[in-house]
């Protein structure tokens, strides 16, 4: 047996170990041949040449994921540890998280899980793309940062972004104010998303000027979008005719992302969902992809990922 060292430098010690040194446990209980033992800033790793290679391997990537998103779950150290036998998915690896814009403060803003980055991938293979998964995965983010992305890259003219508006469970009343202030609450989490990646006054004026456009699902009835990036997002709240409308409004050198949440359908209970049905209807359709996001996807707080689980488990 061999000893190896690996010091941690510039590095949150339970950022990257985890809490009780869980993350490191997780790699040493898929290597149980060798002993992988952390004090301090340093990991110590004994065992036979071969598997300290993998380990060291396993380790770097592990560092090089957390430099890139400043924290590292045991999730994904499973998912470096699944790909460690498998050389073809590292370059999948690598890809993953690369820029897609940078925010109105420099900030990168990148896909941050698998699922994130499969969503990415679809979305540049496909013309129509489904988003589906719970709460704080990241998918009207990233669905936004794809389309600030394609906006700034001229390969669209325009950001269509809409939902319908439909009240989660609450009734709201009427609300004062012209159509744009009764239907900004429920574009909220929209603006927010625009916000972080455009510049205040630039943001100011793609609005003026319609280059973003964010309106409620009805007023797109009618319409032929062209060379536009058109993003749906609330999509359980739809109605099977509603979102049919919508797909057929796709236009010449077009990209759709349909957004939605199988847990937080809001409509009566005897309407069907326009989302569920058109998992049914549209299912092996060329140029249309699926992509199934999940609680392992959660980038909000922690217990987040905690209660979708619960919330799982009781249905």
Known sequence: MVEKIITLDNVSLIDFLGVENKNIKEVATAFPESKIISRGNQIRIKGAPPEIVKIQDILNALLEHYHQYGRLTQDNVQEYLQDRDEPKKSGANQSKGSVLVFGAKGTQISAKTKNQQLLVDAVNNNDVVFAIGPAGTGKTYISVALAVQALKNKSVKKIIITRPAVEAGENLGFLPGDLQEKIDPYLRPIYDALDDMIHP??????????????APLAYMRGRTLNRAFILLDEAQNTTPMQLKMFLTRMGPQSKMIVNGDRSQIDLPKNQESGLVDATRVLEGTPGIAFVELDARDVIRHKIVKDIISAYNRAQ
């Open 201 to 214: 006054e630039k943001l100011q004026y793609y609005l003026e000027n319609r280059v973003i456009e964010i």
